[in-house]
């Protein structure tokens, strides 16, 4: 049995992919994942929803103030405009989180998580030599020595 990866949360042999952690263990074969993929776990288009809607609330709220004086309207959409720039620089600060995912046994399955990208690149191509190296011969193998 070959060791491709070993760290604290996870495992990949030539036979098992293997995820720990604090509650479970989840254990499996590698010559019954199917389809499997890298994808994020964070949707792309909430916050963009979010800071719509928060534009759309800073101009509903400015509409009485600029009946009273445009100065006083002006003044709020500037403090808005502040926040909701402050909190788009903040959001793109956060680490994203990467998910493996797979279909395993004709199941959806999750198989690994994680917001370290270094870990993360190093278990998906541990993974991926994994299949790749339990793959079955190909019939073109025997002629490429021809």
Same mark, same amino acid.
């Given at each position: 049995?070959?060791?491709?990866?070993?760290?604290? $949360?996870?495992? !990949? /042999?030539?036979?098992?992919? +293997?995820?720990? /952690?604090?509650?479970?263990?989840?254990?499996?074969? #590698? &010559? $019954?994942? &199917?389809? !499997?993929?890298?994808?994020?776990?964070?949707?792309?288009?909430?916050? =963009?929803?979010?800071?719509?809607?928060? /534009?759309?609330?800073?101009? =509903?709220?400015?509409?009485?103030?600029? &009946? #009273?004086?445009?100065?006083?309207? #002006?003044?709020?959409?500037?403090?808005?405009?502040?926040?909701?720039?402050?909190?788009a620089l903040l959001r793109r600060g956060r680490p994203r989180t990467w998910?493996?995912?797979? /279909?395993?046994?004709?199941?959806? +399955?999750?198989?690994?998580?994680?917001?370290?990208?270094? =870990?993360?690149?190093?278990? %998906? &191509?541990?993974? *991926?030599?994994? #299949?790749? $190296?339990? *793959?079955?011969?190909? %019939?073109? $193998?025997?002629?490429?020595?021809?």
């Amino acid at each position: 049995m070959r060791l491709y990866y070993r760290g604290p $949360d996870a495992m !990949v /042999t030539s036979e098992h992919f +293997v995820h720990r /952690t604090p509650t479970t263990t989840r254990a499996f074969l #590698i &010559r $019954d994942l &199917r389809e !499997v993929g890298i994808t994020s776990a964070e949707e792309p288009g909430t916050p =963009v929803l979010a800071m719509a809607g928060g /534009t759309a609330m800073a101009l =509903v709220a400015a509409l009485p103030l600029w &009946r #009273i004086s445009p100065l006083y309207a #002006i003044g709020f959409l500037g403090l808005a405009g502040f926040g909701l720039a402050t909190a788009a620089l903040l959001r793109r600060g956060r680490p994203r989180t990467w998910l493996l995912q797979a /279909t395993y046994r004709g199941q959806s +399955v999750e198989l690994y998580q994680s917001a370290d990208a270094r =870990v993360f690149n190093q278990v %998906s &191509r541990a993974l *991926r030599r994994a #299949i790749e $190296d339990a *793959r079955p011969p190909s %019939s073109w $193998d025997d002629f490429a020595a021809a």
